[in-house]
C-alpha cells in the first residue's frame, strides 16, 4: 500500500504484476469525471494532439494493416480524433464512449482491432473491461491499448504528475498486461515501455 500524503488517500499496490489502483473512497462521480472530460483540447485542430494518435497508429496499427478492416475505437471521447484519422485509412470504425457515444454499438459484432487510448487509467475493474473486449475481437484482432505506464518505485509514483489527475485511478508497467493478456488467453505482440501496449486474440 502506498499513502498519497498530498492528497490524502491510499493506492493498492500489487506485487505480483505491479498494477496500481487508489482507494476506491477516492474515485469522483461520474458527473464530476464528465466536467474533467470536458476541459480538454481534444480536437482535430490540437495538433500535437493528433500526432500522438499518429505516432500510435504506427505501432499499434501500421504494422497489422493487413489483417484489419474493422475497427471499434472505445472511449472516443468527445471527438473521435482517432477514429477520423482511421477512417481516412479506409478502415471501417465503430466509436462508443460512456459520456460522449454511449450507444453500445459493439454489441453482437466482432472487430479486427479495438483501440483503447486513455481510457484504462479511467476503470475501476480493467480486467473486467478487457475481457470485453477481447469478446468483441475477431480471431487474430490487435486491441491496441494507451496508457501512460507508471514508473514503478514507491517515490517516483508519489511525484508522477500523471496520478494528479483525479480521474486517472488506475496505473500499470507491462508486467501488468503481460499478467492480464495471461489470464484472458491474449498474446501480447509489443510494448513501448512508455504508454502502448499491443494484445491479439
Known amino acids: 500500500m ?7 488517500l491510499d493506492y493498492y499496490v500489487c506485487n505480483y504484476c505491479e498494477y496500481i489502483c487508489c482507494d476506491e473512497a477516492a474515485i469522483v462521480p461520474p458527473e464530476q469525471e464528465l466536467i474533467r472530460y470536458q476541459q480538454h483540447n481534444n480536437t482535430l485542430e490540437n495538433e500535437g494532439y493528433v500526432n500522438m494518435f499518429k505516432d500510435f497508429m504506427e505501432i499499434t496499427v501500421d504494422p497489422y494493416a493487413s489483417r484489419i478492416k474493422t475497427a471499434l475505437d472505445f472511449g472516443s471521447g468527445p471527438t ?46 480493467p480486467l473486467q473491461t478487457a475481457s470485453l473486449l477481447k469478446n468483441h475481437l475477431n480471431d487474430q484482432g490487435i486491441l491496441a491499448i494507451m496508457t501512460m505506464f507508471h514508473p514503478g518505485d514507491a517515490d517516483s509514483f508519489n511525484n508522477w504528475w500523471y496520478r494528479h489527475d483525479a480521474t486517472h485511478i488506475s496505473f500499470y508497467r507491462p508486467k501488468t498486461f503481460k499478467v492480464l493478456a495471461e489470464l484472458l488467453g491474449l498474446t501480447v505482440l509489443t510494448f513501448d515501455h512508455k504508454n502502448v501496449c499491443v494484445l491479439t486474440k
Open 2 to 8: 502506498l499513502w498519497d500524503e498530498e492528497f490524502k
Open 80 to 125: 473521435p480524433v482517432l477514429a477520423t484519422l482511421l477512417r481516412q485509412k479506409g478502415y471501417d470504425v465503430d466509436i462508443y464512449d460512456l459520456y460522449f457515444a454511449p450507444e453500445k454499438v459493439y454489441e453482437n459484432k466482432r472487430y479486427d482491432l479495438i483501440t483503447a487510448t486513455e481510457v484504462f487509467e479511467h476503470l475501476q475493474d
